[in-house]
């Protein structure tokens, strides 16, 4: 048997130790109480499980897989799956803290969770991908369920991989679990407009904020980081709403043309070959490149950590669209807020997934399943209220959106913990 080798990260700070001062912070601004603090710093629940998976050439990996809940004051906690080499659990748990705060933030009644496991997805055939999946989702049987904690997908899993976490699930149940997991396929129960839906909420953000600005999208030109669920169909709707999307990449190119990339040519190319690279009428520069260019827009929807103190201060974007979780480093913060760049953070502009998710759950308990355009505009409204309510937060207490999204979002679950009481 062998296990994973350690990868070189993209993690360049502790996420967890980030995720906590900025925590630390939101108390003091928003005069939460100590005690409190001491309890929402900490994740209620952190399970690892060694995955043993027989590999197509007859070996055996033994992967390693987490399970974090953070906090369940509000309801059952939530939360994506991450299939990455770089997962650690104190990422899992920074991503789980930060979902508690999403779904607070959106009103939602759930909590927040997290999971993971250290592979790389790429280099797994279908069947190892299957049987990885439901190793890892047996040794969690006993933590996920409707009621108590509900995966979704996240970096490097899809909804393939959500009908094997609920076929899995449903199987040792003995009948068809419709609510232990969203993200799924639309033909055993997955919600019309989850696909899009991340992606549709950091546009109903964008939009959101250059009404405030009185600017125009379609006069706005954007560049967007990674290609995946998140980043693809946020340049397709940034397209279609007359922005100009100068610069798309994934994780192998990243690529630029000044009159606009042909995003449905970007789309056919990355589902035929798998990568950006070789698409046409585009010329190639780096990722470092496409995170200073000259734009309106810029949405990091990759991974974590991707501005940092080192590149802040070259950013020219006037709004920046957290796509991704924590892309933005709190030092990088502080350089952007001197620049007077609006950055619409994660909790905000990435919640549209999860409101859908919340969606399809509710769907699956009660079997009725709702038109496209039923989901589309009840996203629209909780994504622009909580818009709305962040932005005023922000302006009155003349504070950044991160900060008055979070301050909104941890009071939320301050005020739930104190009415439920600590147990005992
Ligand atoms: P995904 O696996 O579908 O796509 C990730 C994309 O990022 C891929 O195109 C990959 O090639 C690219 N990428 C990886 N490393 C890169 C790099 N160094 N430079 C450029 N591109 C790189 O994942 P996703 O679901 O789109 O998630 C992306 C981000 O959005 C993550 O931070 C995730 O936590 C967050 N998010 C996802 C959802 C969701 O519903 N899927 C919801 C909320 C937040």
Known sequence: MTAVEAPVSHLHENPFDIARAQLRRVAETFDIERNLVDVLSQCKKAVEVSVPVSMDDGTTHVFTGYRVTHNIARG???????????????EVKSLAMWMTW???????????AKGGVICNPKKLSRSELERLTRRYTSEIINEIGPEKD??????????????????????????SVLGVVTGKPLTIGGSLGREEATARGSLFCIRDAVAKQDGRLDQMTAAVQGFGNVGSFLAKFLHEEGAKVVAVSDSTVALHNANGIDIHAAFAHKREHGTLRGLANAEEITADELIVLDVDVLAPCALEQVITERNADQVRASIICEGANGPVTPRADAILEDKGVLILPDVLANAGGVVVSYFEWVQGLQEYFWKEAEVNAKLNDIVSRAFEETWETAQEREIPMRMAAYGIAVRRVAEATITRGIYP
């Open 76 to 90: 059952p906690s939530k939360g994506g799956i991450r299939y990455h080499p770089d997962v650690t659990l104190d």
């Open 150 to 175: 509900i995966p979704a997908p996240d970096v490097g899993t899809d909804g393939s991989v959500m009908a094997w976490i609920f076929d899995t699930y449903s199987m040792n149940k003995g009948h």
């Open 102 to 112: 999403k779904c607070a933030l959106m009103g939602i009644p759930f909590g927040g």
